[in-house]
């Protein structure tokens, strides 16, 4: 059972968005996505979300904007909040499940041009710690991306990881529970009952 003076965080994976080469920023959702994004909307209206954060990248903004929109509020995009970035242009990745396993091995590690694990989760947790302390009590969605939301829950729990990352579906909700002291108390998956 939920204690009303927890602080709830939704963290909503984006919808589907084509991925196109140099547009990280700006790709938007695929059809597939914009109708994903009506789901998650209708789902965590009911929640009675009181503040939006998400990272920069349009895809995310827009898998949660209609949710703020329908909730009366606003989307605060919080820069820190972007997806790790893997490498620079010149690196070429053949396997990239193989290079993104290589990262959680080594928190430490990044490719040429890219951010390590370490230093990816630092700048995410700092916006996450801010959005606690401003917001005690409160439910708070998150617009997000699977790596970056991976590192932010391996901050709170070492379970997470890349076997979580890899099973993690486009859009996905995830409500995190934190205690009055920011602990977190508990993690609830909810777009798996969408499917």
């Not at 904007?65 to 820069?79: F, H, K």
């Not at 890899?166 to 993690?187: H, S, W």
Request: negative net charge.
């Amino acid at each position: 059972m939920t204690n009303e003076a927890n602080t709830a965080l939704y963290f909503v994976r984006h919808a589907e968005s084509e991925y196109m080469e140099g547009q990280e920023r700006e790709r938007g959702l695929t059809e597939q996505g914009k109708r994903d994004a009506a789901t998650v909307a209708g789902l965590l209206h009911r929640e009675q979300i009181q503040s939006f954060y998400s990272s920069p990248y349009r895809r995310a903004v827009d898998t949660i904007q209609g949710l703020a929109e329908v909730s009366g509020g606003i989307v605060v995009t919080e820069e820190d909040l972007r997806e790790r970035k893997l490498s620079g242009p010149e690196v070429k990745h053949e396997h990239f499940r193989e290079a993104k396993q290589r990262l959680y091995d080594d928190p430490a590690f990044a490719y040429s041009g890219g951010e390590s694990g370490e230093v990816a989760g630092a700048r995410a947790i700092a916006v996450i710690q801010r959005i606690l302390d401003r917001h005690p009590g409160q439910k708070i969605v998150i617009g997000t991306h699977g790596d970056i939301m991976t590192l932010i829950f391996n901050y709170f729990d070492s379970s997470y990881g890349y076997d979580f990352w890899a099973n993690t579906t486009m859009p996905d909700i995830y409500k995190l529970e934190f205690d009055r002291e920011g602990r977190l108390v508990q993690v609830t998956r909810l777009w798996e009952e969408q499917v």
